[in-house]
């Protein structure tokens, strides 16, 4: 009896393993057909009187090494990961773009067309490495577009740590059938893809074109939180894609600016994003887009890279509005996702002393994987003189910036995550806040002080509070939300309409946390069955409504919505999305006073 107990709970545990490494189900079949052997022989042995401790010992050897080797030999594939979730979906008429003919598959209830693994840039390998990216080469026949390009080259987790993050963090795990491979990740990665309404309707839809986030080093277009597909049923056509990230993406030398024609290095991924947002504006009408009515957005590093966008004087003319969630880069000195020259170069450095090299082309001749482990930190932008020419705050004064419209705000509980590690006290509080805000840190322990509670949806938690607490209460506003004040205030200044919300809807999966609001913003709630109830698809439907009306006009407002009032100089209130959309006050006021002491004393 205990001998057939203990052989249950090693293969249940041995299964569990299976499943959260994603192992094939081949390697379940042999697992369970070996429990069945093993059981069956101590069968045989109690028959034949050979039971005894060393034989005991010999099965039992031998069995966990089958499971061993069975695990090693049944490890998931790397597949690009489908279009669609539907088998066998039927394909979409050939669509003609700059470099060819293409098809796409339709979505499960045919209502929406997906075009993916579209190549907007040449492979950046080789050669092309640390490089601006150049146009994709032409192909003949008809390529078929049905599948995700690989992602960016990036660190990640084995798949069983993959699946615990998804457990304990998102609360969204599933068992199911189909999903036991590995996203291919490739250098390779310039894809691009499209979310189209299935109608016959001639008239042009407008175009949100997405940059995901990750901190420009993480990442990838195949992610369901800002998939399209829901979005493209509203009547707009969704774009997404990759582009370089980490090293590949961001690592600046001088040796490269000199090679480059356009003089520029450190900022491949934000030219990978012009790119495809030039190739999305030269061949969107084939998909039902318009090209003149195209809306910028992302979440995270992606707002921070829209901020980037907006500023730029590559993409002058190629897009309309923006939408930005949770980041911006128009402080004097952000405080992420963007640095000097000098810093830059200091990074670059680090990675050439990494592999012992002394220029730059000699680490073109290092592999993908092997450069990928250096010891720089290469998750920002910087000025390169050429997609960024001077701070971006400095543009915003000169008025210089794109957007003819902006759509923007924040999450209650932005940095909490962030800050998941930090021991905070009360004694070490202030010096915690000067490691980003300086001589400031004294005055925002009065505004803020150690005793706050954690904000919840309701603004306040009415208890005593923490450290802790109000650490995370400071961080949010000091990382996360204060760009969103700095940028409303440019715009506001501009006569630029900019509208700004405040996301706080509690649910059991990331909750009001950083990148709470991405599926409901884009209309992806219904992928994780069971963590959402019919309050969180209410806001989702107003959300996307909103979402939708500002590409469409550069107003969020419509019929049948909770009005959303433009921010102005006598109107500097946000829109709370919760179960109650109201317009509220902003809880942050007080704390960006102190940021904008800091700010100002490094001009």
């Known amino acids: 009896m205990l001998f057939t107990i203990l052989l249950i709970i090693v293969t249940l545990l041995y299964l569990v393993l299976m499943e959260l490494s994603k192992n094939i189900l081949a390697g379940w079949v042999v697992a369970i057909i070996a429990a069945i052997i093993m059981f069956v022989e101590r069968s045989m042995l109690k028959k034949m009187n050979l039971n005894t401790k060393k034989v005991h010992i010999i099965s039992w050897v031998a069995f966990i090494a089958v499971l061993a080797i069975n695990f090693m030999l049944t490890t998931p594939p790397y597949i690009n990961v489908p279009a669609v979730d539907n088998k066998n979906p039927k394909k979409t008429e050939a669509v003609h773009v700059e470099q060819g003919y293409l098809t796409g598959v339709y979505n499960e209830d045919e209502s929406v067309k997906v075009y993916a693994g579209i190549p907007y840039a040449a492979p950046p390998v080789g050669d092309l490495r640390f490089r601006e990216p150049v146009a994709p080469e032409s192909w003949d026949g008809v390529r078929s577009c049905d599948k995700f390009g690989p992602m960016a080259m990036q660190s990640r987790s084995n798949p069983m740590m993959d699946s615990l993050s998804h457990i304990l963090g998102w609360h969204d795990y599933q068992v199911k059938f189909g999903d036991e491979y590995l996203e291919v990740m490739s250098e390779d990665c310039l894809y691009l893809n499209v979310w189209a309404p299935a109608t016959d309707e001639k008239e042009l839809k407008p175009v949100i074109f997405y940059v995901h986030g990750g901190s420009l080093t993480t990442g990838q277009s195949s992610y369901t939180e800002y998939r399209g597909e829901d979005l493209a049923k509203q009547g707009v056509v969704f774009v997404n894609f990759a582009y370089r990230l980490g090293v590949f993406g961001y690592y600046t030398a001088d040796d490269l600016k000199s090679e480059s024609e356009n003089g520029t290095t450190g900022n491949y991924g934000l030219l990978d994003q012009i790119a495809a947002l030039k190739w999305v504006h030269d061949n969107i009408e084939s998909f039902g887009g318009d090209p003149n009515q195209i809306t910028i957005a992302g979440e995270s590093a992606g707002a921070s890279s829209v901020n980037a966008l907006c500023v730029s004087p590559l993409t002058e003319g190629l897009f309309n509005y923006a939408i930005a969630e949770s980041s911006g880069i128009v402080a004097v000195e952000p405080f992420h996702t963007f640095r000097s020259y000098d810093v830059a170069l200091e990074e670059g450095k680090k990675v050439r002393e990494t592999f012992g090299v002394t220029s730059s082309d000699e680490l073109r001749n290092i592999s993908a994987k092997t450069l990928l482990n250096n010891d720089s930190n290469q998750s920002a932008m910087t000025v390169d003189g050429y997609a960024i020419v001077e701070q971006p705050y400095l543009t915003y004064e000169k008025g210089n910036n794109h957007e003819k419209a902006l759509l923007n705000g924040f999450n209650v509980k932005e940095s909490d995550a962030f800050l998941l ?17 300086g001589d400031q840190a004294e005055e925002m322990a009065q505004v803020v002080p150690a005793d706050t509670p954690q904000r919840d949806q309701h603004f306040i938690v009415d208890k005593l509070g923490d450290a802790k607490g109000a650490l995370n209460v400071a961080y949010s506003a000091i990382w996360f939300s204060y760009s969103h004040y700095l940028w409303n205030n440019y ?14 809807k509690e649910n059991n999966s990331l909750s009001n946390y950083h990148a709470g609001e991405l599926p409901y913003a884009y209309g992806n709630l219904w992928r994780h069955p069971g963590l959402y109830d019919e309050e969180d698809y209410k806001l989702s439907e107003t959300m996307q409504k909103y979402w939708v009306n500002f590409a469409k006009t550069g107003n969020p407002n419509g019929e049948g919505l909770p009005k959303w009032e433009m921010r102005s100089a006598n109107q500097n209130k946000l829109l709370q999305l919760d179960t109650t959309i109201q317009m509220v006050d902003d809880p942050n006021k007080e704390i960006y006073k102190v940021i904008d002491k800091y700010q100002d004393s490094l001009r």
């Open 421 to 437: 590690t930090t021991e905070a006290t009360k004694e070490n509080y202030e010096e915690l806040l000067a490691e980003d805000i």
């Open 491 to 504: 715009l506001i200044d501009q006569g630029v309409p900019t509208y700004e919300y405040y996301f706080t």
